[in-house]
């Protein structure tokens, strides 16, 4: 959620870019405690709306036809140029939004987003933390075109949070190669268990239940084994100390990656460079 409850709109218009990505904003925007209250208001941009919270009493309409496929908060919604919208009783929410036009409309329209409840994710937290530090500071060169990268995050990590609760992806194990990939990719971020079990959905019992399966080692050991076999390649292959292994490994302290590499390879970093990092070429 956003720590600050104020309204921050955001226009680009004209501020220099350097990316030049095919999905760059129009118009953005935070509004908490947002009561609307359109009158056959036409849009004339594609709309992605994020309500966040809601107190459930809106009534509208859509291109004149009663608004239907009501979702539970936190939700999307998406309106193509030219959708009319008519409130008959506003609510108060918190609400998102982002808006595309011309080219970057139709091609943000190719990217299939869909209506519809997300969970409130640790990286959809993350991410819509980081929108919001952005759009507070002054406007400069690149300020655009990191909301631009930060509005499409967001839009990606609801579509994955969404795939993610539907009941076809819900069945037991089909999540499972996917997490063991982000934590092949992400091990040097020290994801907590508790992180990834709300990231894939699984309840302790289901991920033990595979994880058991598979492997023999705890999640933990696992995880140290990642971040050592990462800091052994470091060893072997650049001048860093064992201290800065260490923090790039993401261990605790140095002191901690020694014991952790002694008891793995059954000797210290230091005598395991001595060892491996050079060798004598034989005539």
């Not at 509004?31 to 992605?48: G, I, K, M, V, Y």
């Not at 919604?77 to 030219?82: K, N, Y």
């Not at 609510?91 to 091609?107: K, L, V």
């Not at 982000?182 to 079990?197: A, K, T, V």
Request: aromatic share 10%; charged share 25%; net charge positive.
């Amino acid at each position: 959620m956003m720590e600050e409850r104020k309204r921050i709109l955001y226009m680009p218009g004209r501020t220099q870019r350097y990316l030049q990505l095919g999905c760059q904003i129009s118009e953005l925007g935070y509004l908490p405690d947002q009561t609307p209250n359109n009158r056959n208001r036409t849009l004339h941009a594609l709309f992605f709306c994020i309500i966040l919270c809601s107190d459930g009493k809106g009534k509208s309409l859509i291109n004149g036809m009663p608004a239907k496929n009501k979702f539970r908060p936190p939700f999307l919604r998406i309106h193509p140029p030219g959708t009319v919208l008519h409130t008959l009783q506003p609510s108060m929410h918190d609400e998102i939004y982002f808006c595309y036009s011309g080219e970057h409309a139709e091609n943000m329209m190719k990217m299939d987003f869909q209506n519809g409840h997300f969970e409130m994710t640790p990286e959809i937290s993350e991410v819509i933390s980081k929108l919001r530090h952005n759009l507070c500071l002054p406007d400069s060169p690149g300020k655009a075109d990191r909301i631009d990268l930060l509005a499409l995050q967001l839009l990606v990590a609801i579509r994955e949070s969404q795939e993610m609760s539907s009941e076809k992806y819900r069945e037991d194990g089909t999540r499972f190669p996917d997490l063991i990939n982000y934590l092949g990719m992400h091990y040097l971020e020290n994801p907590s268990l508790s992180f990834l079990l709300h990231k894939f959905g699984f309840s302790r019992r289901t991920f033990f239940r595979l994880w058991k399966k598979k492997y023999t080692c705890s999640y933990t050991e696992y995880l140290n084994e990642l971040k050592l076999k990462h800091g052994e390649n470091l060893l072997v292959t650049t001048e860093l100390s064992v201290d800065e292994i260490a923090q790039q490994c993401a261990f605790a302290s140095a002191t901690y990656f020694i014991r952790r590499f002694k008891k793995h390879y059954g000797t210290t970093p230091i005598m395991y460079k001595k060892l491996h990092s050079t060798e004598e070429i034989l005539p």
